[in-house]
C-alpha cells in the first residue's frame, strides 16, 4: 500500500464549480499535512497546512479525519487560474520528511 | 518567490556519466532536502542535510550522494547514470532539521540518454 493514495484525476470543471479532491495516509503516527499546488513543469508551492480542527483560506478549505487517515481539499467557485496539480502530502514520524501523493490534476474550463 | 534556487535549469547526460546538481538555500535556513520527481509521479524523498551532515534518507541507492556546505548550500551527486533517473530534482529549505515548512526551488530537469 502506498503510504499516500490521492484520486488519479484529471477532474475537468467549470469556471465557478466546486471540486473536492480526497487523500489517504497509511501511517496513523504521521505529525503534518499538507496540501501543495503544481504547475506544469515548475516546482510544488505550499497551499496550506491541514489542521485536525479544519482550516479554510478563502475558496480553499482544508479537513483532516485522523480517525480515517484521510485528508481532503475543496475548492470553491473554481478559477481558470486554479488549473494546476494538487499533492497531498504527509509528515510521517521520525525526521522531517515530506512524502507526497502522485497528485491530482485539476483542470477548469471557461 | 522562495528565495530557494537550484542550477543548472536543465542538463543532458548519457548513461554511465556522473552528475552534480546545487542547491542555495534561502537565508536563515539550515536544512535541505532533496526530492526526485519522475514524469507523473510526485516527489520522492532522496536525502536531508542538517547543518553539514546527513539527517535522514530515502529509499535511494549508495550512488546518490550529497554535500552540505557551511553556507547550507548543498549539493546532490549522482553516479553511473541510469535511463530512469531522468526526472526532476527539487531540493527544499527549511529551518531547523525540517520542522518549518519547506519551500522548493525551481529544480534542475536532468535527461539521461
Known amino acids: 500500500r502506498k503510504e499516500v493514495e490521492q484520486d488519479p484525476g484529471p477532474f475537468n470543471v467549470p469556471e465557478g464549480a466546486t471540486v473536492a479532491f480526497n487523500c489517504t495516509y497509511s501511517?496513523?503516527?504521521?505529525?503534518?499535512f499538507f496540501w501543495y499546488r503544481q504547475d506544469c513543469r515548475k516546482e510544488p508551492k505550499l497551499l496550506m497546512s491541514?489542521?485536525?480542527s479544519g482550516n479554510e483560506d478563502g475558496r480553499f478549505t482544508a479537513q483532516l479525519n485522523r480517525a480515517s487517515q484521510y485528508i481532503s481539499l475543496l475548492i470553491r467557485d473554481s478559477k481558470l487560474s486554479d488549473s494546476a496539480t494538487y499533492l497531498c502530502?504527509?509528515?510521517?514520524?521520525?525526521?522531517?520528511?515530506?512524502?507526497f501523493g502522485t497528485g491530482t490534476r485539476l483542470l477548469v474550463s471557461p | 518567490e522562495t528565495g530557494v534556487t537550484q542550477s543548472p535549469t536543465h542538463l543532458i547526460k548519457t548513461r554511465g556519466q556522473q552528475v552534480t546538481l546545487r542547491c542555495s538555500s534561502q537565508?536563515?535556513?539550515?536544512?535541505v532536502s532533496w526530492y526526485q520527481q519522475a514524469l507523473g509521479q510526485g516527489p520522492q524523498f532522496i536525502f536531508q542535510?542538517?547543518?553539514?551532515?546527513?539527517?535522514g534518507r530515502g529509499n535511494f541507492p549508495p550512488r546518490f550522494s550529497g554535500l552540505q556546505f557551511p553556507n547550507y548550500s548543498s549539493e546532490l551527486n549522482v553516479n553511473a547514470l541510469e535511463l530512469d533517473d531522468s526526472a526532476l530534482y527539487l531540493c527544499?529549505?527549511?529551518?531547523?532539521?525540517?520542522?518549518?515548512?519547506?519551500?522548493f526551488g525551481p529544480g534542475t530537469r536532468l535527461t539521461v540518454l
Open positions: 527544499a529549505s527549511s529551518g531547523d532539521r525540517g520542522t518549518d515548512t519547506q519551500y
Open positions: 501511517n496513523s503516527a504521521s505529525q503534518s
Open positions: 491541514v489542521y485536525s
Open positions: 502530502v504527509v509528515n510521517p514520524p521520525g525526521f522531517q520528511k515530506l512524502v
Open positions: 537565508s536563515g535556513h539550515n536544512t
Open positions: 542535510y542538517y547543518r553539514e551532515e546527513e539527517n
